[in-house]
């Protein structure tokens, strides 16, 4: 339970120390330009999805768990739908982030969806990379990989309506 504590205080931390920086309207028009989101899932380019995977721990691994595998299944995933998962090295500000924690019996797993977002505060305009869609879960596995993505699996259709939903113009 208390590594489970430090895991959720860890991802609450990281979230909140992303950061802000001022932007100038000369550097970065496009972001000043841009239309008000409704949902935070809009995305110009939308077909193209990066999907980054977070490391997993060795719990996860002992019970038949691999990076590659979620990322082989999520990938296909997007295929069904019409939509291109591109590498995690090229450079797209937007992502979907898939997690998961094992702790003893228990596991955590998440699907997010971040990118750069824009406010103003008076006359300063500042942006930072945010999560604009979040979904987790905290269960027992009881051994079983497959009840862990299955978990995952629901998250991240809800995941995907939203985004089709939000991109369908």
Do not use: C
């Amino acid at each position: 339970m208390k590594n489970k504590m430090r895991f959720i205080l860890w991802i609450s931390v990281f979230s909140l120390a992303l950061g802000f920086q001022v932007l100038n309207a000369q550097e970065q028009p496009e972001v000043l330009e841009s239309n008000p989101s409704l949902n935070g899932l809009e995305n110009s380019e939308y077909r193209r999805v990066r999907i980054g995977i977070e490391p997993l721990n060795e719990p996860a691994n002992r019970i038949g768990l691999t990076e590659e595998s979620i990322r082989t299944r999520y990938e296909s995933r997007l295929r069904q739908y019409g939509l291109e998962p591109v590498s995690t090295s090229e450079q797209r500000s937007e992502f979907v982030y898939i997690g998961i924690h094992i702790v003893g019996t228990a596991f955590h797993a998440w699907v997010d969806f971040g990118r750069p977002v824009a406010f103003n505060v008076g006359k300063e305009t500042y942006t930072a990379a945010g999560k604009t869609w979040f979904r987790s879960e905290t269960e027992t596995h009881g051994g079983d990989a497959e009840f862990v993505l299955q978990g995952l699996d629901s998250m991240f259709n809800e995941f995907l309506n939203e985004y089709l939903k939000a991109n369908s113009k």
